[in-house]
């Protein structure tokens, strides 16, 4: 069956990166991950992806031409379907309208709840235990040029717990939410990548 070809963009630990792996053959399946971009060379996202026999390059900002070589690198690879995950580089609106429709990102709140500019990781789940929400969650949505801006594609609901810290209530949306919806997600719109492409 023709898959949707997916390149994920990471940064850290890769822990979405590896749900999207253990998920292909079962919540994935219109899709599978080809590529695997990081910005840092030391990222453990990376080892988690050549443990999986998947292609990986180090795009770094530092080498200049960032946003161009990490298009060569697309297209050279003919991707349907670009995955952020985890990754904490913001793209620029050439970027992003490059893939219209083609990007989809994890951003763990509830959009339009803590998001946007200087809201990633960590102080995210410090916003969100800072106001006393007592519910948050994670997002999926499509990627444009206003950060975390772009169409909501699933949304997850998680209970923020009395006593829970910033590290505690990130690994409860990490599993909970996160690691569930993103290949969701991925599934949602490689199945619609394909379908438009099989439509003569
Ligand atoms: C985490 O804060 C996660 O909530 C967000 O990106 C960060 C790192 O995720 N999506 P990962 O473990 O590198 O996938």
Known sequence: ML????????????TNLQALIDSQGKTLNSGEISL?????ADSYALTRAEHAGIKT???????????????RLIEE???????LAGFLCVLSENFTSHFPKKIINIHPSLI???????????????AALERGVKIT?????????????????????VEVQDGDTPE???RRVMEEA???????????????????NTDV
């Not at 390059?57 to 298009?71: H, K, M, P, S």
């Not at 690879?77 to 995955?83: F, G, K, P, Q, T």
């Not at 994670?138 to 949304?155: L, M, P, R, W």
Request: glycine share 10%; aromatic share 6%; charged share 25%.
């Open 36 to 40: 695997v971009i990081s910005n840092n």
């Open 168 to 170: 505690i209530l990130q």
């Open 112 to 126: 339009p709840s803590f998001c946007g500019k200087d809201f990633y990781g960590l102080h995210v789940h410090e």
């Open 77 to 83: 690879n003919e991707i349907d379907l670009i995955i």
């Open 57 to 71: 390059a180090v795009v770094r900002r530092a080498d200049g031409d960032f946003e161009g070589r990490i298009i």
């Open 3 to 14: 898959k949707a070809k997916i390149a994920v963009l990471v940064s850290g630990g890769g």
């Open 178 to 196: 996160e690691w569930q919806i993103l290949p969701m997600a991925a599934e949602k719109v490689s199945n619609s990548i394909i379908r438009r």
């Open 137 to 157: 969650g994670a997002t999926v949505h499509f990627v444009n040029e206003i950060t975390d801006g772009g169409e909501i594609i699933i949304q997850k609901a």
